[in-house]
């Protein structure tokens, strides 16, 4: 197997749930706590523009109403994305992947961009966010992992940039997931972490792929994981457990 570039432990969201998931501070405090990776979700808007939100909708986690998807940058950029969290965070604005990229590279940081497009949309989401990812990490020597639950995401991020290492999302083990991951040659399994054990890492590193895990929020639960020998753990828990 490959030497794996990436750290063990991963900050989901940016800094779990201790800042306004997916915005900039949240990577900065993730970062501050001793975090070199993160993981991070993007989508497009109506314009085309790659930006970090996890749901489809915006009620959540801003100020705005409907679907993500169907606003241009120009409205989605004046969005509150931090006031839902705590006043401490109010204003926050929603962050495009170019910014978390500048933030990332000029610090040494690394990222696994989960692409998480809003429905109807996943083929054009992947081979976008893979030729934004291309672009902004062009000369590094360590690219984004891009990651998905969506196949027709990954095969577009696969065709439109093939050197960029891909990870396939699971949270069951459906028909054919091994088959699907070895044809879009991923480089890691991110499995729900409940999936793995002894069998399905063997399984997965027999074919020279990674085991990486979602969400882990328990130190007994983490180490369990690393005993298996997984590669990797993504937590919300950024203040107490490893980095």
């Known amino acids: 197997m490959k030497p794996w570039p990436y750290p063990k432990w991963i900050a989901h969201r940016g800094a779990g749930k201790l800042a306004p998931e997916n915005t900039l501070a949240a990577f900065q405090l993730g970062a501050k706590l001793g975090y070199r990776m993160f993981e991070c979700d993007a989508k497009l808007s109506s314009d085309g523009v790659v930006f970090l939100l996890h749901d489809e909708h915006l009620e959540r986690t801003t100020n705005g ?69 291309l672009r902004l990490w062009q000369g590094e020597s360590i690219p984004p992992l891009l990651t998905s639950f969506k196949t027709e995401a990954l095969v577009a991020a696969k065709q439109t940039a093939p050197l960029l290492p891909r990870g396939l999302l699971l949270d069951s083990l459906w028909d054919g997931w091994l088959e699907a991951a070895l044809e879009l040659e991923c480089v890691a399994i991110v499995c729900n972490y409940k999936l793995w054990n002894e069998e399905l890492v063997e399984t997965v590193h027999a074919q020279k792929i990674r085991c990486l895990s979602y969400t882990v929020n328990d130190q007994d639960i983490a180490d369990s994981l690393i005993a298996l020998g997984t590669d990797g753990i993504i937590t919300d828990s950024v203040d107490e457990l490893g980095n």
């Open 65 to 133: 109403t409907g679907v993500a998807g169907s606003h241009e940058w120009s409205h989605l950029s004046q969005l509150d994305a931090g006031s839902w969290h705590s006043i401490a965070y109010a204003d926050e604005p929603l962050p495009t992947l170019e910014s978390l990229a500048r933030f990332c590279l000029s610090h040494g940081y690394f990222l696994n961009i989960e692409i998480k497009p809003t429905p109807g949309t996943a083929a054009m989401t992947g081979a976008i966010v893979a030729k934004e990812a």
